[in-house]
């Protein structure tokens, strides 16, 4: 070999070094990346995908499109990122109902905990149990009194079979000891609209999504679901507080990707989102809509899911069929 062609394979076998000892989604992004959302446009989980998806394109220099895929509580998006490719530019958020999905829908084609990786959660947001304006009910306890005196008289909507405000009103059935019918729709935007309209008794709903239509007098809230009050209505008592000793929902929205994505590509998504959620104008903005942060490293996400997943299944194992 000459010299020349010597010189020439070692730059090869350099250039080739070089490339491989670079970490696994070290120039991550290079491309749009997607975010779904399992639910409608309008939904808590769709707002706070668009905030945080509007940041994370300005800190990533790559554009970010948040696509709704709603259905089947929330499971028809989740299995299509479930099967996406694992490298980092297919995500999706959800809520708590995401852990209670297999215990409604047993034939699932995804595992909730071992086909995704979590990232990071993006919000905590206290529900609210609100009726329309012209309901009969100005308390928790108007509300549980007529239950019980006609078991299965009263109705509460939900954004889904095993969304999270399925699971809370089901909690919340549970430990009041009442029977009501559930009514689920496609997302809350409607719940909203039966609610106000008082074609459905009740609902639970997160502040974010609630608040304006509370503000403006068409819903009354009769309590927030959270151990504390929210401070975006701090006159309206918690549950506990409103004659259902005990009782405790946290809503959560976080986001996920498929369980293989590179852990590097995990970190730095992680990375980033801890960051938007410090700035000034996103805390402001969750702060008027009643949501709070719940920073967590991916591991301890991983962690959180998996105990959600057993203790809320269990509320919905229990759930009338």
């Known amino acids: 070999m000459t010299m020349k062609r010597f010189l020439i394979a070692c730059a090869a076998v350099l250039s080739v070094a070089t490339v491989s000892a670079q970490p696994a989604g070290a120039d991550y992004p290079t491309k749009t990346i997607k975010i779904v959302v399992p639910f409608t446009a309008g939904s808590a989980t769709d707002i706070m995908a668009r905030v945080v998806g509007e ?14 895929r709603p259905g089947a509580g ?3 998006g989740s299995a299509q990122v479930a099967k996406s490719e694992p490298d980092g530019y297919t995500l999706l958020v959800v809520s708590t109902g995401h852990v209670v999905n297999p215990t409604l829908y047993p034939g699932l084609s995804y595992d909730t905990v071992a086909d995704f990786a979590g990232v990071s959660p993006l919000a905590a947001l206290p529900s609210v149990l609100v009726v329309g304006a012209g309901s009969p009910f100005k308390s928790v ?13 009263l109705n509460y909507a939900s954004a889904g079979v095993g969304s999270a405000t399925h699971v809370n009103a089901e909690k919340f059935r549970s430990v009041a000891g ?62 506990a507080e409103a004659g259902v ?38 805390k402001e903005r969750m702060a008027k809509l009643g949501a709070e942060s719940m920073p967590m490293k991916p591991e301890q996400f991983d962690a959180y899911i998996k105990e959600e997943f057993i203790t809320l299944g269990a509320v919905m194992k229990a759930a009338p069929k």
């Open 55 to 68: 940041r994370l394109s300005a800190s990533m220099g790559q554009s970010v499109v948040v696509e709704n």
């Open 74 to 76: 929330g499971t028809l």
């Open 141 to 153: 306890k108007d509300l549980i009194a007529a239950a019980k005196a006609k078991p299965d008289s």
């Open 178 to 239: 009442i029977q009501v019918t559930h009514i689920p729709f496609k997302g809350t935007p409607e719940t909203i609209v039966e609610t106000s309209s008082g074609r459905v008794d009740f609902m639970f709903t997160p502040v974010l999504a609630s608040i304006s239509t509370i503000r403006d007098g068409r819903m009354r809230a009769l309590a927030v679901s959270t151990a504390k009050r929210s401070s975006a209505m701090p006159d309206v008592p918690t549950v």
């Open 245 to 282: 000793p005990g009782f405790v929902f946290d809503f959560w929205i976080g986001l996920l990707a498929p369980a293989k994505t590179p852990r590097a590509v995990v970190n730095k998504l992680n990375a980033e989102i801890a960051k938007i959620l410090e700035q000034p104008a996103v």
